[in-house]
């Protein structure tokens, strides 16, 4: 809200018009403030669309990012097309995950959907022990 102030009669002339600027500096420099903030916070606290696998447990160890609708089979490509990442070096590897706010993640224990599935959101710091380090396909499916 900018402030009003009335000019003429009151005998103090050039004080008005400092009182002016002093009050466009100031809301200048709040505004500057205020997008410095915004941008800031813009870059560091993005929102990310992803799922996070972790080879160990309690977050540690490499990560493997899945963005949204990334289906990793972590297999060999078995003359399948590029319909998939194929990850060997990923297979039965999952001990952890970290899925964002508007993401689901899928995970199955063989390829081709086979044996157990699992739907999960949030993040986990341990799979448990039936699941750990027995994941070979996993899909990130994020919505907008």
């Given at each position: 809200?900018?402030e009003?102030?009335?000019?003429?009669?009151?005998?103090?002339?050039?004080?008005?018009?400092?009182?002016?600027?002093?009050?466009?500096?100031?809301?200048k420099?709040?505004?500057?403030?205020?997008?410095?903030?915004?941008?800031?916070?813009?870059?560091?606290?993005?929102?990310?669309?992803?799922?996070?696998?972790?080879?160990h447990?309690?977050?540690?160890?490499?990560?493997?990012?899945?963005?949204?609708n990334?289906?990793?089979?972590?297999?060999?490509?078995?003359?399948?097309?590029?319909?998939?990442?194929?990850?060997?070096?990923?297979?039965?590897?999952?001990?952890?995950?970290?899925?964002?706010?508007?993401?689901?993640l899928?995970?199955?224990?063989?390829?081709?959907?086979?044996?157990?599935?699992?739907?999960?959101?949030?993040?986990?710091?341990?799979?448990?022990?039936?699941?750990?380090?027995?994941?070979?396909?996993?899909?990130?499916?994020?919505?907008?």
């Amino acid at each position: 809200m900018r402030e009003k102030t009335t000019l003429g009669g009151s005998g103090q002339g050039d004080s008005i018009p400092t009182q002016i600027k002093e009050i466009d500096m100031n809301r200048k420099s709040s505004l500057a403030s205020a997008l410095l903030l915004a941008a800031t916070l813009g870059t560091t606290t993005s929102v990310s669309a992803d799922c996070r696998l972790y080879e160990h447990r309690d977050f540690a160890g490499e990560v493997l990012f899945l963005r949204d609708n990334a289906h990793v089979k972590m297999v060999e490509n078995r003359g399948e097309g590029f319909q998939y990442d194929y990850r060997p070096d990923w297979n039965d590897r999952i001990s952890s995950y970290k899925v964002s706010a508007n993401c689901t993640l899928y995970m199955w224990e063989h390829v081709d959907g086979k044996g157990w599935k699992l739907t999960r959101t949030g993040q986990l710091d341990y799979v448990g022990d039936k699941r750990n380090d027995e994941v070979s396909e996993a899909l990130c499916a994020c919505s907008r």
